[in-house]
């Protein structure tokens, strides 16, 4: 199978050896050994095999107490909507929230398609934004209804303070913190603004999904069956990215902080970027008091918000592609890859006629693994280039080239060479 030309405006070969944001000069990656560098001077269709993962007890033993905690305090927050709700309702609107957290998720999942997340962060960062970040609202909303209740603000008032200024600045709080911690304890992994909006998504879905277990259960419990479905349509059909399209503010910020060495800029970019997911959430809640069309109002302001994120997210993508075929072709300068590998690791048509072929030929797995690795590859490099090699990227980048060389070896005896 020919591989597709390299994508559009990159037609030409850039220097490599310098990064060109202000840095020290960058070395290029060390050349290819012999073998593979005679075995990618022909274009083949790689495939991969698995080597033995590297052990590291203390990070295993982390995650574990991590994910430990977070199961328990979400069976806690179960156990309060329970309490609430009776099981009737947590049970109904349970079912009726994995709407919107279905949408929401194969959203995510369009956005992370190019270099896919680590699945335990994800789980880690669902888990956090639907137990500790509730936690979080519970808490603090009880202490400031107290307040709230001797301050004489009156009913409006006090839902005024409640909806556009304790819930924004509380739950993006929460929230942010989940994405911040997974800075620190996944920073390998956590590349760039894309990166921060898939975590930030996952956090904010946890939470939206435990939040509308509390709205359709307490709608259910209270005004019927036709207010249910009211609700449900609105939180649930016209608006399930709300939550994300907040907190993905925070996320792009410490992505692009994550881009730089440096733990402290993580911190700085959090305090940044919650100020316009705080904004924009008031803004969310706050309008609702005084506008009295509210599918108008949807449909002038909202679903162009909606729309301008998305066109946000689709650029970010295109960086993506582009970073992959500029590391990628560094390595193609000294051996490791052909060029055509290069133009189809880079191209969303080249992966899908790619995994097309490896299907056809039964190394549709093998040829998805290859592609995870070689992506890998290109942002270990670009972590290299960025000055970050303190997060292991050196290490990383000598694993994932043993990982490639052997997938292009690995094709030669999974699929039969082509009759001349």
Known sequence: MTAPSAPEGQHSTPDYTSTGTGLAAVPAPAAAPQDVALEAQQAVQPGIVSPARRSNAGLVVAAVIGFIVLALVLLFVLAYLFVGLGPAGVVIGGIMALVPLTIVFWGIRWIDRWEPEPRGALVFAFLW?????????????????????GAGLGEFGAEFFGAAIQAPIVEEVGKGL???????????????????IVYSAWVAGGFAFTENILYFGSELASGGAASTVEVFFIRGI????????????????????AQRPGWFRGIVAFVIGLIPAVLLHAFWNGVLFFVSDFYGYYLLVQVPM????????TLLRRQERRVTYERLTEYAQVGWFHADEVAMLSSPGGRRAAMGWARANGAGPLMKAFIRDATRLAYARHRIVGDRDSIGAQA?????????????HALRGAVPAPAA
Do not use: C, K, Y
């Open 306 to 313: 909606f729309l301008v994120a998305v066109w946000l997210v």
């Open 396 to 408: 990383h980048e000598a694993e994932l080239l043993h990982r490639v060389a052997a997938s292009r």
């Open 178 to 196: 989940g994405v911040l911690l997974l800075f620190f304890a996944v920073r390998r992994h956590f590349d760039g603004p894309v990166d921060g």
């Open 238 to 257: 016209m608006s399930p990215f709300a939550h994300v399209m907040f907190t993905a503010f925070i996320g792009a910020a410490i992505g692009f902080a």
């Open 129 to 149: 934004g639907a137990g500790v970040s509730v936690l979080i609202a519970l808490i603090v909303d009880a202490e400031i209804q107290n307040v709230i209740a």
